[in-house]
C-alpha cells in the first residue's frame, strides 16, 4: 500500500500512559434519544495520525467531537461511559470545558474564519484568554502560520481580510487558529472535502508534520486519504467499532469481514 509517508507503529493493546493521548472506555453516546454509539472501547495514541472511516452516520463524526464535548451543544445529548485525556475524565464536573476545548482542538469540514484580518483571526484565542502584549501576539501569529504552511503565501497581508483567501488557505489559516493555542490533540472532521486535489495534498502534508508535537484524529469518507496520511484506523458501523489497529493492518489484512467489505466498496 502507497504510504505519503512511514512510521513507527505501536501496539495499541501495550500502549503505556506515557504513549497515550486519549483513553474511551465503554462510551455510549445518544442523540434524540437514539443511540449513536454503542460501549466504544480504544487507545488512541500520542503524537500520531488516527484517521476514523465508515459509511455516513456510522457515528464517527459524534464520536470525534465527544472528544472535546462539542456534541453537548446539542441540547438532547446524553451519554454513559468515560473519556480519559492525561488520565483525567474529560466528562468530569470539576472539568473546564473552555480550557478542554484550548487543549483539544477541533477543525470542521468547510472552512470558518471570522469576518476579521488573517492576523485577528489567528490571535483570536489568545485574546479571550487576556493575552494582548503585542510582540507576544506577533511571535505566536508568525509561528503558528509556518506550522499551517501559510506563512509564506499571507506574511505581506496579514492585515487583509481572511475572507479573501482560497478555500485551502481558509482551511489552513482555521488549523493556524487552532494551533495557535498550542492544542495537544487537534480533531480534523472531513477537512479536505470541500478542497480541490492538489490543495488536498498540501492539507495531508501539513497533516503528518503536525504529529511531530500534536496528536492528530481525523475523520475522513475518503478511504485513499486516510490510508494515505494515518498511523492508526478505526472502523465504525452503525456505532459500533467493528475494527482498530494500524492502518497497514487494517487497509490490506482487515480481521472483520465487514471491514474488508467497506474497503472494497462492497457496501458503504
Same mark, same amino acid.
Given at each position: 500500500?502507497?504510504?505519503?509517508?512511514?512510521?513507527?507503529?505501536?501496539?495499541?493493546?501495550?500502549?503505556?500512559?506515557?504513549?497515550?493521548?486519549? %483513553?474511551?472506555?465503554?462510551?455510549?453516546?445518544?442523540?434524540?434519544?437514539?443511540?449513536?454509539?454503542? %460501549?466504544?472501547?480504544?487507545?488512541?495514541? %500520542?503524537?500520531?495520525?488516527?484517521?476514523?472511516?465508515?459509511?455516513? +452516520?456510522? +457515528?464517527?463524526?459524534?464520536?470525534?467531537?465527544?472528544?472535546?464535548?462539542?456534541?453537548?451543544?446539542?441540547? %438532547?445529548?446524553?451519554?454513559?461511559?468515560?473519556?480519559?485525556?492525561?488520565?483525567?475524565?474529560?466528562?468530569?464536573?470539576?472539568?473546564?470545558?473552555?480550557?478542554?476545548?484550548?487543549?483539544?482542538?477541533?477543525?470542521?469540514?468547510?472552512?470558518?474564519?471570522?469576518?476579521?484580518?488573517?492576523?485577528?483571526?489567528?490571535?483570536?484565542?489568545? #485574546?479571550?484568554? +487576556?493575552?494582548?502584549? #503585542?510582540?507576544?501576539?506577533?511571535?505566536?501569529?508568525? #509561528?503558528?502560520?509556518?506550522?499551517?504552511?501559510?506563512?509564506?503565501?499571507?506574511?505581506?497581508?496579514?492585515?487583509?481580510?481572511?475572507?479573501?483567501?482560497?478555500?485551502?488557505?481558509?482551511?489552513?489559516?482555521?488549523?493556524? #487558529?487552532?494551533?495557535?493555542?498550542?492544542?495537544?490533540?487537534?480533531?480534523?472532521?472531513?477537512?479536505?472535502?470541500?478542497?480541490?486535489?492538489?490543495?488536498?495534498?498540501?492539507?495531508?502534508?501539513?497533516?503528518?508534520?503536525?504529529?511531530?508535537?500534536?496528536?492528530?484524529?481525523?475523520?475522513?469518507?475518503?478511504?485513499?486519504?486516510?490510508?494515505?496520511?494515518?498511523?492508526?484506523?478505526?472502523?465504525?458501523?452503525?456505532?459500533?467499532?467493528?475494527?482498530?489497529?494500524?492502518?497497514?493492518?487494517?487497509?490490506?489484512?482487515?480481521?472483520?469481514?465487514?471491514?474488508?467489505?467497506?474497503?472494497?466498496?462492497?457496501? +458503504?
Amino acid at each position: 500500500m502507497l504510504k505519503l509517508f512511514e512510521t513507527e507503529t505501536l501496539s495499541l493493546n501495550d500502549l503505556t500512559d506515557e504513549q497515550t493521548a486519549i %483513553k474511551v472506555q465503554d462510551f455510549s453516546v445518544w442523540l434524540n434519544d437514539s443511540l449513536v454509539l454503542n %460501549k466504544i472501547n480504544m487507545c488512541i495514541p %500520542k503524537n500520531k495520525i488516527t484517521a476514523m472511516i465508515g459509511q455516513s +452516520g456510522c +457515528g464517527k463524526s459524534t464520536l470525534l467531537s465527544s472528544l472535546n464535548r462539542m456534541n453537548e451543544l446539542n441540547q %438532547k445529548y446524553a451519554f454513559s461511559g468515560e473519556v480519559l485525556l492525561d488520565g483525567r475524565d474529560i466528562y468530569s464536573k470539576k472539568e473546564n470545558v473552555a480550557k478542554l476545548r484550548t487543549t483539544v482542538g477541533m477543525v470542521f469540514q468547510r472552512p470558518n474564519p471570522f469576518p476579521m484580518s488573517i492576523y485577528e483571526n489567528v490571535c483570536f484565542g489568545l #485574546r479571550i484568554q +487576556g493575552k494582548t502584549e #503585542r510582540r507576544m501576539l506577533d511571535d505566536i501569529v508568525e #509561528r503558528s502560520l509556518r506550522n499551517a504552511a501559510l506563512w509564506d503565501e499571507v506574511k505581506d497581508r496579514l492585515f487583509d481580510s481572511a475572507l479573501l483567501l482560497s478555500g485551502g488557505q481558509q482551511q489552513r489559516l482555521v488549523i493556524a #487558529r487552532a494551533l495557535a493555542l498550542k492544542p495537544e490533540v487537534l480533531l480534523l472532521d472531513e477537512p479536505t472535502s470541500a478542497l480541490d486535489p492538489l490543495t488536498t495534498l498540501h492539507i495531508e502534508e501539513l497533516i503528518n508534520q503536525l504529529k511531530k508535537t500534536t496528536t492528530v484524529i481525523i475523520v475522513t469518507h475518503n478511504m485513499q486519504q486516510a490510508a494515505r496520511v494515518s498511523d492508526y484506523a478505526a472502523f465504525l458501523h452503525q456505532g459500533e467499532l467493528i475494527e482498530y489497529s494500524d492502518s497497514d493492518s487494517l487497509f490490506t489484512m482487515p480481521d472483520k469481514k465487514q471491514t474488508e467489505d467497506y474497503i472494497t466498496g462492497r457496501y +458503504g
